[in-house]
């Protein structure tokens, strides 16, 4: 037996297992305040799920998915994103028929098979949401501001953070630019890479992506969207910015912003911070899909949302110096002199636990010096301490772990007692 995780996983130990649950918990009141609700679909979905809607020649699909046939021979993947299962469950569900609205929140792990790194895991958590129905450039804004928001309100400086925006335009005015690039970059193919000139044929706007210095460069004299977005496109991008201005959000526009997905038209965003990541340095970003759903055979529903990786948030979070918050793992801890009253101590532990105080014991027969060191390192503010002198006279040791002061209690008034010294 190999007792190692697998290659590009991680096991969320308690500490960063905390900071999840705290991120989810953030996310949750907050998203909750702009009216999104919790959905969670499969970890794996079929396979066209993806292939159609985040599209064939994106490097998702062609080289990062976990594929597989399953019992029956149908092809499953492991899902690499949230978008597609989400849009996929509203249109199997009728979440926007007749004109309804969606505003749907989710977390959990995506999987890709890529080279892992600082902040890039082959299964990875992400969380995210999705606003499905609307059209408007307030619900553009909406969703940025909520990025935004979650980003602030965990800790991280809005001085230490970049807004990237964009227009990716629409099936009006796309194609032509597409095009455009396209003929740049077969004009320029001796100065890029192999993979920018093979995108000239697949997907050329994904040359923007390119890492590679010299590719960059070139690409930097490439057409710009913006120059070409139609009226219609160029108003809502204007609108856009406009309500986030109003806000006092501040962003920066860049037109070689992409995003690496197919499905997105009109705004895209991207969410970078200064600290912590090294150039791969975006933690969240998003953007609007309007087709997607009808990619799925389903009928024009509008759509847009963003998801945030938890690695690099976590990463941003140490750089920024954000402590993420760690309840004490004990309010109480009940400790006893000897093991003649090991049944009235698991007792009283329990009656503590059943009203709402987390409380500890030992259980490995520690001394009591030993058991008041344990309750030290599990951060609870009283000892409850029991011995044959205490059970004798219906009473136990209440002790202050700060204060250090000490009183009796009878046993009988342990609940409220105990409640009103944590108050």
């Known amino acids: 037996m190999n007792a190692q995780a697998p290659k590009g996983t991680a096991d969320m130990l308690p500490a960063v297992a905390r900071a999840w649950e705290h991120m989810q918990r953030v996310a949750q009141e907050l998203f909750a305040r702009y009216g999104y609700e919790p959905v969670y679909t499969p970890l794996f979905e079929h396979t066209d799920v993806f292939t159609r809607g985040i599209g064939e020649a994106t490097d998702i699909v062609s080289k990062e998915m976990y594929t597989f046939e399953d019992k029956a ?28 609205q969606a505003k749907l929140y989710y977390a959990g792990p995506m999987f890709r098979y890529e080279r892992p790194q600082k902040g890039r895991m082959r299964q990875f958590w992400q969380i995210g949401i999705e606003c499905l129905g609307s059209d408007g450039a307030t619900a553009d804004a909406e969703v940025i501001t909520v990025l935004w928001r979650y980003f602030e309100t965990l800790g991280i400086p809005a001085g230490s953070m970049r807004l990237l925006l964009n227009s990716m335009g629409d099936e009006q005015c796309r194609p032509a630019y597409r095009d455009s690039v396209a003929a740049f970059i077969r004009a320029r193919s001796a100065e890029l890479c192999d993979e920018c000139v093979r995108r000239a044929e697949s997907n050329p706007l994904r040359a923007f992506d390119c890492k590679k210095d010299g590719c960059r460069t070139v690409m930097a004299d490439a057409p710009l969207l913006r120059d070409a977005l139609c009226d219609a496109c160029a108003a809502h991008y204007a609108e856009v910015k406009t309500h986030l201005n109003g806000l006092g959000i501040p962003y920066v526009e860049d037109s070689t912003l992409v995003r690496g997905l197919d499905y997105y038209t009109r705004t895209v965003f991207e969410i970078q911070v200064d600290a912590g990541l090294g150039s791969q340095n975006a933690i969240g970003g998003g953007g609007r899909y309007d087709r997607l759903m009808q990619e799925y055979g389903g009928p024009p529903t509008p759509g847009l949302g963003f998801a945030l990786g938890f690695e690099r948030t976590l990463l941003a979070l140490e750089a920024a110096g954000v402590d993420i918050p760690a309840p004490p793992r004990a309010d109480v801890f009940v400790a006893r002199v000897d093991d003649s009253v090991l049944a009235e101590v698991f007792a009283l532990a329990q009656r503590l636990r059943d009203a709402g105080i987390a409380t500890e014991l030992d259980h490995q027969g520690r001394s009591l010096k030993s058991q008041f060191k344990q309750a030290d390192r599990l951060g609870a503010r009283r000892v409850a301490v029991v011995g044959p002198d205490e059970i004798a006279s219906g009473e136990f040791t209440l002790r202050d772990m ?13 609940v409220a007692a105990v409640t009103a010294s944590l108050v």
């Open 73 to 100: 021979g149908r092809s499953i993947t492991l899902r690499p994103e949230g978008t597609a299962s989400v849009v996929r469950s509203a249109l199997e569900h009728n979440l926007t028929a007749n004109g309804a």
């Open 402 to 414: 700060e204060s250090k002061q000490e009183r009796r209690v009878a046993l009988s008034e342990a």
